[in-house]
C-alpha cells in the first residue's frame, strides 16, 4: 500500500518546508509516502473563487486513479485524537487493496468535482490552517500515527 499527500502549490515557506521534509523521512521508515505538490495556478486575479477552486480540481483529479482511497483534509470533517487516527490508519491499511490519498486543497479549499470522488474527510482542528502549514501538521501526525501503532515512544499519553 502507498500513502500519498496530493498539495495544491510549492511549499516556499522555508521552516515549513524543513518540517515537511523531516516528517517525510521519519514516515518513510514505516511506509512507502510521496508528497505530490500541484503548481499553483498562474494569472487567476482575474478569476473567482469558484473558478479557482475548479480549476485547481481538475488538476487534483489528474492524480487520483480509480482505485484509491481518497481522504480530503477539510476543516468540516471528521475530528481525531492521535490514538484514533492511528486506530483508523491502521484500519485502512489492514483492509488492504487501495492506496490512501490524502488531499490538501488551495487557498479556497475543493471543488465540487474533488469532494464528490472524496472518500472520506478528516479535519486536523476546528481552527484554520494555511494550506501550506497544514502539511507539515498532517505528515506529523501521520508520523505520530506510525509511531503509536508500533509502539514507539514518540506520543505520551
Known amino acids: 500500500m502507498r500513502i500519498t499527500l ?12 524543513e518540517g515537511l521534509q523531516t516528517y517525510v523521512s521519519r514516515i518513510r521508515r514505516h511506509a512507502v509516502f510521496d ?32 482505485a484509491d482511497h481518497v481522504i480530503l483534509l477539510d476543516e468540516k470533517g471528521v475530528e481525531f485524537r492521535s490514538v484514533e487516527f492511528a486506530s483508523w490508519l491502521q484500519d485502512r491499511m489492514a483492509r488492504g487493496g487501495r492506496d490512501l490519498v490524502f488531499v490538501i486543497g488551495g487557498a479556497y479549499g475543493f471543488s465540487a468535482e474533488v469532494y464528490e470522488r472524496g472518500d472520506s474527510r478528516i479535519s486536523l482542528s476546528k481552527m484554520t490552517f494555511s494550506h501550506q502549514l497544514v ?7 501521520l508520523y ?10 514518540y506520543h505520551h499519553e
Not at 144 to 153: D, H, V
Open 6 to 17: 496530493v498539495t495544491v502549490g510549492k511549499t516556499d515557506i522555508g521552516w515549513v518546508r
Open 144 to 153: 505520530r500515527a506510525f509511531a503509536i501503532l508500533k509502539g514507539e515512544p
Open 35 to 66: 508528497v505530490v505538490e500541484i503548481p499553483e495556478l498562474k494569472n487567476v486575479s482575474s478569476f473567482s473563487r469558484d473558478q479557482i477552486k475548479v480549476r485547481e480540481g481538475e488538476l487534483i483529479m489528474k492524480h487520483l486513479k480509480p
Open 135 to 141: 502539511r507539515t501538521v498532517f505528515a506529523e501526525q
